[in-house]
């Protein structure tokens, strides 16, 4: 494995969870983070953070629903570091309920973050691979979709859309351009806290209690992708606890 000191990342949701343990573990290995979510507060302590401990670190705040905003993501990367070697598009949410239920805010909510969002970190990051002639999207995924279970039927939807698209990118590709797709199962985050539908939320804060992981396996996982060398190209990784069904 290559040694990724000094590739400059871009990180989306990285205030918190697994966003924010990817930037941490980054950096530990010497790469610069660009850090973007809603809270700005929260990525500017983030960044002291790591700058207490020797890392370098830039934000922006964002809201990827949009697209103009991924575009300050990947342009404060280039200004502040001269490059962009890695977009992580992490940031997603979850609203899990039958489908005649009929959530269709909770619908559009996920389509423009998990769906929309992904395509619009791709969209301003390309131009900037393609300037470069090298890069790497990496689209952090989920179990869901994998496996196909009532409750997350638009969830998984909008996952499964990110698997084709990335498909279709990979075969499109030169190889100038990788792309790698993470799917982790149950992390510990607070993910569930935005859940509407109580039910699931006790139903997924239940599961994380009882076999959640480390999201630090999901930044080791980044890091096994972004350390690989140019011609070798990790597609998809499945990380879930050992013990989930």
Same mark, same amino acid.
């Given at each position: 494995?290559?040694?990724?000191?000094?590739?400059?990342?871009?990180?989306?949701?990285?205030?918190?969870?697994?966003?924010?343990?990817?930037?941490?573990?980054?950096?530990?290995?010497?790469?610069?983070?660009?850090?973007?979510?809603?809270?700005?507060?929260?990525?500017?302590? $983030?960044?002291?953070?790591?700058?207490?401990?020797?890392?370098?670190?830039?934000?922006?705040?964002?809201?990827?629903?949009?697209?103009?905003?991924?575009?300050?993501?990947?342009?404060?990367?280039?200004?502040?570091?001269?490059?962009?070697?890695?977009?992580?598009?992490?940031?997603?949410?979850?609203? $899990?309920?039958?489908?005649?239920?009929?959530?269709?805010?909770?619908?559009?909510?996920?389509?423009?973050?998990?769906?929309? #969002?992904?395509?619009?970190?791709?969209?301003?990051?390309?131009?900037?691979?393609?300037?470069?002639?090298?890069?790497?999207?990496?689209?952090?995924?989920?179990?869901?979709?994998?496996? &196909?279970?009532?409750?997350?039927?638009?969830?998984? #939807?909008?996952?499964?859309? &990110?698997?084709?698209?990335?498909?279709?990118?990979?075969?499109?590709?030169?190889?100038?351009?990788?792309?790698? #797709?993470?799917?982790?199962?149950?992390?510990?985050?607070?993910?569930?806290?935005?859940?509407?539908?109580?039910?699931?939320?006790?139903?997924?804060?239940?599961?994380?209690?009882?076999?959640?992981?480390?999201?630090?396996?999901?930044?080791?996982?980044?890091?096994?992708?972004?350390?690989?060398?140019?011609?070798?190209?990790?597609?998809?990784?499945?990380?879930?606890?050992?013990?989930?069904?």
């Amino acid at each position: 494995m290559e040694d990724i000191e000094g590739k400059v990342v871009a990180i989306t949701g990285a205030s918190s969870g697994m966003g924010k343990a990817i930037a941490i573990e980054l950096t530990k290995k010497g790469a610069k983070v660009v850090l973007g979510a809603r809270r700005a507060e929260k990525l500017q302590q $983030l960044v002291e953070e790591i700058e207490s401990k020797g890392g370098d670190a830039a934000f922006a705040q964002i809201d990827i629903k949009n697209k103009a905003d991924l575009v300050t993501l990947v342009n404060t990367a280039v200004e502040q570091y001269g490059k962009l070697d890695v977009i992580i598009n992490n940031a997603g949410v979850s609203q $899990l309920s039958r489908i005649d239920e009929l959530d269709i805010d909770g619908w559009e909510e996920m389509i423009d973050i998990n769906l929309k #969002g992904v395509l619009y970190g791709m969209a301003a990051a390309i131009p900037i691979f393609k300037q470069q002639q090298s890069g790497h999207i990496i689209n952090i995924i989920s179990t869901s979709g994998i496996k &196909i279970v009532p409750m997350q039927g638009v969830y998984a #939807g909008t996952k499964n859309a &990110i698997r084709t698209i990335a498909e279709a990118f990979r075969q499109e590709s030169d190889g100038s351009i990788r792309i790698t #797709g993470i799917s982790p199962g149950f992390v510990k985050t607070d993910f569930a806290s935005n859940i509407k539908n109580e039910e699931m939320k006790t139903v997924i804060q239940n599961g994380m209690e009882q076999m959640a992981i480390n999201p630090i396996a999901i930044a080791n996982a980044v890091i096994y992708a972004v350390s690989q060398p140019a011609d070798v190209e990790i597609g998809d990784i499945v990380i879930r606890p050992s013990k989930q069904n």
